[in-house]
């Protein structure tokens, strides 16, 4: 069974850094989508950043260029979402997700409807 468990959210002042971490289980797929998306209250989910592992291609929404890097570390099976220069506007819970029909050629990664698998989230709080 497929298990997607994210960690690295918390609080920190605009400006500041987090990296997120999404580590998987019983998934080994080396050359796939893997996806970062970000659900604010009241908002629809958002797909911040993809990349397809194998090739290291990766896709980024605009509000987040220059800002956040997508990676990935297939020894530990995880991806990674190192976020500078936070804005007040990046504040939602986080979810990685992998798995399902997500192709690069369909959104570069970034496509919520596509994935198959999900993690529980992670609190990104950037106050100003």
């Known amino acids: 069974q497929v298990q997607l468990a994210e960690s690295g959210g918390g609080s920190v002042q605009a400006g500041g850094s987090l990296r997120l971490s999404c580590a998987a289980s019983?998934?080994?797929?080396?050359?796939?989508?893997w996806g970062w998306f970000r659900q604010a209250p009241g908002k629809e989910r958002e797909g911040v950043a993809g990349?397809?592992?194998?090739?290291?291609?990766?896709s980024y929404d605009d509000s987040v260029k220059g800002r956040f890097t997508i990676s990935r570390d297939d020894a530990k099976n995880t991806i990674y979402l190192e976020m500078n220069s936070l804005k007040p506007e990046d504040t939602a819970v986080y979810y990685c997700?992998?798995?399902?029909?997500?192709?690069?050629?369909?959104?570069?990664?970034?496509?919520?409807?596509?994935?198959?698998?999900w993690g529980q989230g992670t609190q990104v709080t950037v106050s100003s």
């Open positions: 990349i397809l592992t194998g090739f290291d291609f990766t």
């Open positions: 997700a992998a798995g399902g029909r997500a192709t690069w050629s369909r959104g570069g990664c970034r496509r919520s409807e596509d994935y198959e698998y």
């Open positions: 019983g998934y080994i797929n080396r050359r796939d989508c």
